[in-house]
Nanobody
Framework: QMQLVESGGGLVQAGGSLTLSCVAS??????????MMWYRQAPGKERELVAS????????EYGDSVKGRFTISRDNAEKTVYLQMNSLKPEDTAVYLC???????????WGQGTQVTVSA
């Protein structure tokens, strides 16, 4: 079973940058059989899809609110997905969650999240 652990969150000033990491661990899974996604959830708001990346990195998509500022990438050998966040805004403040979707079964796995706080 796969477990996901996010890291890299913190407090940053507006205009700054952060890089989030999500590492998959466990046994009995093949990391490149999963689509990987980053979501975020701010207090009182619905969970929002930030970015997604296909198993081979050939298909990448971003939410409208982060296009041109965030970059998602993955390293299948390291079983890690990254989210590079630039030009951060206070409205980017949220808990950022890593999500894996199995290509065949559609099964979903979530990490516990990492807090990102952007001060004005």
């Amino acid at each position: 079973q796969m477990q996901l652990v996010e890291s890299g969150g913190g407090l940053v000033q507006a205009g700054g940058s952060l890089t989030l990491s999500c590492v998959a661990s466990g046994s009995g899974f093949t990391f490149n059989h999963y689509i990987m996604m980053w979501y975020r959830q701010a207090p009182g708001k619905e969970r929002e899809l930030v970015a997604s990346i296909s198993s081979s990195s050939s298909v990448i998509e971003y939410g409208d609110s982060v296009k041109g500022r965030f970059t998602i990438s993955r390293d299948n050998a390291e079983k890690t997905v990254y989210l590079q966040m630039n030009s951060l805004k206070p409205e980017d403040t949220a808990v950022y969650l890593c999500n894996a979707v199995q290509l065949v079964s559609g099964g979903k796995i979530w990490g516990q999240g990492t807090q990102v706080t952007v001060s004005a």
